[in-house]
C-alpha cells in the first residue's frame, strides 16, 4: 500500500460513509488477494472506481472505497 487518503469534504452533514482514495503498487496476485480481503470486510460498503497503470511487474492500483462511519 502506497497510501489511504479518506476525503474528508464528503463528511458534510449526516454522512454514513467516508470515501478513501487508496492506491496500491505490485503484481496482479497480489492485487487480487487485496480485493478478496476487501470484500470480507463488512464496513466497505463498495467499491466505485479502480484505474490500473504501469508494466507487468509493477502496476500501480489506484481504487476509491466508500467505508461505514458512525
Do not use: C, H
Amino acid at each position: 500500500m502506497v497510501s489511504a487518503v479518506p476525503n474528508l469534504k464528503a463528511m458534510a452533514g449526516d454522512a454514513s460513509f467516508l470515501p478513501v482514495n487508496v492506491v496500491l503498487r505490485g503484481s496482479f496476485a497480489d492485487f487480487r488477494k487485496f480485493l478478496i480481503a476487501l470484500g470480507g470486510l463488512p464496513y466497505v460498503e463498495q467499491i466505485e472506481e479502480i484505474a490500473i497503470q504501469g508494466n507487468f511487474d509493477a502496476r500501480e492500483y489506484r481504487l476509491t472505497l466508500w467505508v461505514a462511519i458512525g
